[in-house]
């Protein structure tokens, strides 16, 4: 006997106002990331729309972001709250779901409103990446509440605060849910054309300082030890690491150091970023980061300082993971929509779960594209097909007989 799941989709016919509405306000209040005021806005008002789904609201404050500043020192700026919501913590099947708060766009950013591009296509900070999809999760779950099923999932949101920097605080809750789940459900936008991100690259951020002596440019140019060259040169070799492994890229994004050209400069700030295929890449882009370093150390009058790390895992697809792509590929299916898998060179909250060893899906949020520019925009018509999408995964799964290949007896 098949079982109808119709009426509770159908439900979400209904919501697509009150989703575009919420998605609106959220992203006409600025969130850049480290806008710590914008970002607790946003989250209070996530509590408010959280209400009807009646789950256990905790706000949890977050380590200070840590960053190398231009003097070299390494500095503290605060973050905004996370906010976790948990409900049925009892229920034999617990699903994570996950997204971010924050955008790209910094309080003085010139990209703060909202504008219709046409009928069906709403350009704003962070419509797409990640209100919109925020807005698609909460509507799914409230779903699976409103339906018969909602006795058999058990459930935790996590709302953080700095996704777009890298996750640096909110890693550790992340990894803390991944003890209690056993699947998760990230709600980044898929690709333009509705198709979810498979695999992904794992990143590093790192920041390198050179020290060197300051002397007069003319007089005495022979004492002094120049920071600047001393970097151009390990920036060199750092590039000349490209193509030395088959999936590895690094690029160095920022340079800045020395002031008047009379005098040698003695300090110079770089900062670059790795990305890589598999987990063994990264004992193969420290031992390079290694050598280059001693090189440059080795120099008389010369130091380095190498800042950072490797804060996200690639994300390789496990036999579950594939599982629950098929899944979601079945489900769009039967509401008319193809649905594939491909990998990306993106990283996102996925891969923190992915590496703590939880299947996830993180891109069932909404259709939309240009991210991260002042150019992004969001598909509103795709509010509700996505909300419907995991709607009926989450009763395929309340409703399945076989949940085995999650761990679950």
Known sequence: MTTDFTPWLNWLDEQ?????????????????????????????????ICQPLGGEVEILPVEPFRSVNEAGDVEEKPLGDAIRIRKRPEAPLQIFFCGHMDTVFAIDHSFQTITWLDDDTLNGPGVADLKGGLMVMLKAIEALERSPWAERIGWEILFNSDEEIGSQASAPLIADAAKRVHLGMIYEPSFPDGNLAGE????????????????????????????????????????????QRDGVTINPGFIEGGGAVNVVPDLCISKFNIRLEKPEDE??????????????QSRDGISIELHG??????????????????????????????????????????????????????????????????????????????AKLSALMLMKLATSDDLSWLGVR
């Open 16 to 48: 697509y106002d009150e989703m575009l509405s919420n998605t609106i306000a959220l992203s006409e209040i600025n969130s850049g990331s480290l806008n710590v005021e914008g970002v607790n806005r946003v989250g209070q008002e996530l509590i408010r």
């Open 200 to 243: 992904r690259k794992g990143s590093g951020n790192f920041s390198v300082i050179t020290r060197g002596l300051a002397a007069h440019a003319g007089r005495e140019h022979h004492l002094g030890r120049n920071a600047i060259r001393a970097m151009c040169d390990f920036v060199s070799a750092l590039d000349d690491l490209n193509g």
């Open 283 to 296: 004992a193969w882009c420290e031992a390079q980061l290694a050598e280059l370093i001693t090189n440059i």
């Open 309 to 386: 790390g490797f804060t996200r895992k690639p994300k390789v697809l496990t036999p579950a993971n594939k599982k629950l792509f098929e899944l979601a590929k079945t489900c769009g299916a039967d509401l008319g929509m193809t649905i594939d898998y491909l990998p990306t060179g993106g990283c996102c909250d996925g891969n923190n779960l992915a590496a703590a060893g939880i299947p996830n899906i993180d891109t069932l949020g909404v259709q939309g594209g240009k991210i991260h520019s002042a150019d992004e925009y969001v598909k509103v018509q795709s509010f509700t097909k996505r």
